[in-house]
């Protein structure tokens, strides 16, 4: 074969070739062991007087495969950075001498402690509860801390009298009885046994007590300036729980000093988070709609402390917001807001108006605010996986990094370019994607590609740190990740765009990436690879029922036939996402459903599901591989060990996950794996570095 380089041309070649591939082979990429060794920070807070910054640093606890996480302590300035004691969730009492935090504690479980804040440091538990606490607040005056906490119950039809059993004899417990139509949750197991209710408990110790009653839950707790009330979101109704009322929620006042309740709000729809202005005048709080929509952002209200004069402030403003915290001088909130991939920080007048305050490609998340207007957040790049800053209220855009904790860890670590991408759909729809390429990228070369479908649906891929995308690119893959329709930060319209149509409505916004991807030459057309969880796998299990572009797939915790789901999930409120129950009329029900696309599916697929998942429930993955089979399509069922939802709450488990991708995609590519692996584990697990 001639070459159409002339010799000197040839060799000049050869020795850029030689050059580029030592280069390559002298880079450091990131690797799974890395994996093990990256901590984060998150949830700081400034004392009142802006001097000290409390917040939780978290790591990998390698023994016992699990991650942990501690208090640690710095000045405003970022110097003296201290551990300062086990336990998560810190809050500052109002004068700043304390702070409040939850860890392990007698008899059991999560406890609240308090710490004085002085060089002596004395800790102090002053809960002993049965049932932990949740959202731990302190009163204004710092003599109270109001919390939530489960009050076991049992249900009404529970026990029967047996007839009296032989001395010595072992009988069977008894059955769990069940009653309430939500009666389980993933990550959690039962949650009927008892109901959530507000409590408060002295600050310097003593007996919890009890504000509310009665068969409700009840959450979202803030108290009122003046000490005097908590403020909660609950709905007190006797049929709470009916199908109708799924969307209900209204915002109550308990007094502190006898316990009587008031409503505050009464419409057909969702009212919650409430968040009283710094003078009491006023309560913002979350309105939503009662819709028959797969999707809505809410809005944004105030209303006066007795519950009038309700208006809304957010205008037509449509995005997904929270983390809601009034400015010192009662003009409005600051907030946070996920925004075509990015979050920034917003401003919502109390006369009106939304106004964004930081802009950037990046995730910037306001945490707190001391009495002078100095905060302190988090911000998050494609290359930074997330420090904390320090910067003020009135010029947010400048801000001071205050920690470096992976500075170590990814010390001389080439990471992979992040590049931003958006293309047309159809319908007119415009797709955010971003793709992760190879350290060392070379464009005249084909990669393999990955295609990842985030969960939710209705959630937003970001342009942050991704450890498993970059690691999956150290390995020579492209990847690409989009928001399709359904996914949140566009509006309402997109996200809404898929309902009573997904999966399906978003299949074409996937393949519109693909083909993206394809037109940019580096793409081997012949190993494209699929996979996603949750949301992604019900995705990818729909896609290669209608299509056979890819070379193999993984699908991973999928719903794949909603009729068996939702007699079988935690997820009740998906039925509401259908015209009609599949009892009376199941067309809708089935294309909606992969299973029945399963004669259709050529394309390699391998399901991984954690083995205690109550969302995307085991069954729904045995379904699935079953008929594969049965078709004569290969396919492996991986069963993760000590998993609900999803496969990678264990750090082990996260490290399986990104190793058995490879090895589905390696077995039935054309591409040359880029991992040597060996049998690792006696069940046949591989390992790689």
């Known amino acids: 074969m001639k070459t159409k380089f002339g010799s000197a041309a040839l060799l000049t070649a050869i020795a850029a070739g030689a050059l580029a591939a030592d280069a390559a082979a002298q880079t450091r990429r990131l690797s799974l062991d890395h994996y093990m060794d990256m901590e984060s920070v998150s949830d700081p807070r400034i004392s009142p007087d802006g001097s000290r910054i409390v917040y939780t640093r978290g790591w990998v606890d390698k023994v016992n495969d699990r991650r942990e996480s501690s208090l640690f302590m710095m000045n405003a300035d970022g110097s003296r950075k201290r551990a300062l004691v086990d336990g998560g969730g810190a809050r500052w009492s109002p004068d700043g001498t304390r702070i409040l935090f939850t860890a392990a504690g007698e008899p059991a479980g999560s406890q609240i402690f308090v710490r004085w804040m002085d060089e002596e440091g004395a800790t102090s538990q002053v809960t002993r509860l049965e049932n932990g606490p949740s959202s731990p607040r302190w009163s204004p005056d710092g003599e109270w801390i109001a919390f939530t906490s489960r009050v076991n119950d049992r249900a009404d039809f ?60 009840h959450g979202g707790i803030a108290w009122s300036p003046d000490g005097t009330e908590i403020y909660f979101s609950s709905y007190r109704v006797p049929d709470w729980d009916r199908p109708e009322h799924w969307q209900e929620s209204e915002i109550y006042a308990v007094s502190l000093a006898s316990g009587e309740i008031r409503q505050l709000t009464d419409r057909r729809g969702s009212d919650s988070g409430p968040v009283p202005s710094p003078d009491g005048r006023l309560i913002a709080y979350s309105v939503g709609d009662e819709h028959r929509d797969t999707y809505r952002n809410g809005r944004i209200h105030v209303m006066n402390r007795d519950g009038s004069g309700s ?89 001071t990094r205050l920690t470096e904790v992976n500075a170590d860890v990814l010390h001389g670590v080439t990471l992979g370019e992040v590049e931003e991408v958006w293309y047309e759909s159809t319908d007119g729809f415009r797709i955010q994607g971003w793709i992760v390429k190879p350290p060392d990228f070379d464009p005249n070369r084909e990669y393999p590609l990955m295609l990842a479908i985030h969960g939710g649906p209705h959630s937003m891929y970001n342009g942050g ?67 996603g969880c949750s949301g992604g796998g019900i995705l990818t299990s729909y896609i290669v029922g209608n299509t056979d572009r890819f070379r193999a797939a993984s699908a991973n915790c999928p719903i794949v036939n909603w009729m068996s789901a939702m007699g079988t999930s935690d997820a009740i409120g998906y039925l509401r996402t259908f015209e009609q129950p599949f009892w009376e009329d199941p067309e809708e029900w089935m294309d909606r459903s992969s299973i029945f696309y399963v004669g ?22 045995e379904e699935f591989y079953q008929a594969l089979h049965y078709e004569g399509v290969p396919t492996v069922m991986v069963r993760f060990q000590g998993e609900w939802h999803g496969t990678s709450s264990r750090p082990s488990n996260f490290l399986r996950t990104q190793l058995y991708l490879r090895k589905w995609f390696e077995q039935w590519g054309t591409h040359r794996a880029s991992i040597t692996t060996e049998d690792a584990e006696g069940d046949g697990e591989s390992g790689g570095s």
């Open 311 to 399: 208006r809304l402030i957010s205008g037509d403003y449509d995005r997904q917001s929270g983390g809601f915290q009034w400015a010192p001088d009662g003009s409005g909130l600051y907030f946070n807001v996920n925004r075509e991939g990015y979050r920034q920080l917003h401003f919502v007048s109390a006369d009106g108006g939304v106004t964004q305050l930081t802009e950037g490609a990046h995730l910037f998340s306001l945490s707190s605010f001391a009495e002078d207007g100095t905060a302190v957040g988090t911000i998050s790049t494609d290359h930074e996986p997330g420090d904390l800053y320090r910067f003020s209220l009135s010029d947010p855009g400048e801000a």
């Open 600 to 621: 259709n599916v050529t394309t390699p697929t391998m399901l991984m599901t954690g083995e205690m998942d109550l969302r995307t429930p085991m069954g729904q993955t």
């Open 465 to 531: 740190f991704n450890f498993a995308f970059q690691e999956h690119a150290s390995n020579d893959y492209v990847v690409l990740y989009t928001n399709p329709r359904g996914s949140t930060g566009y509006g309402t319209a997109f996200a809404n765009a898929i309902n009573h149509d997904y999966p399906g409505a978003d299949f074409p916004d996937l393949m519109g990436g693909v083909d993206e991807m394809l037109r940019r030459g580096y793409v081997d057309g012949d190993n494209l690879f699929v996979y």
């Open 158 to 217: 529970a026990g029967v009298d047996l007839p009296s059993r032989p001395d010595g004899a072992t009988w069977t417990t008894g059955p769990k009885i069940v009653e309430r139509a939500g009666y389980k949750r993933d990550r959690q197991g039962y949650v009927d046994t008892g109901w959530t209710h507000v409590f408060v408990v002295p600050a310097d110790g003593g007996a919890a007590r009890q504000l509310t009653t009665g068969d409700w839950n």
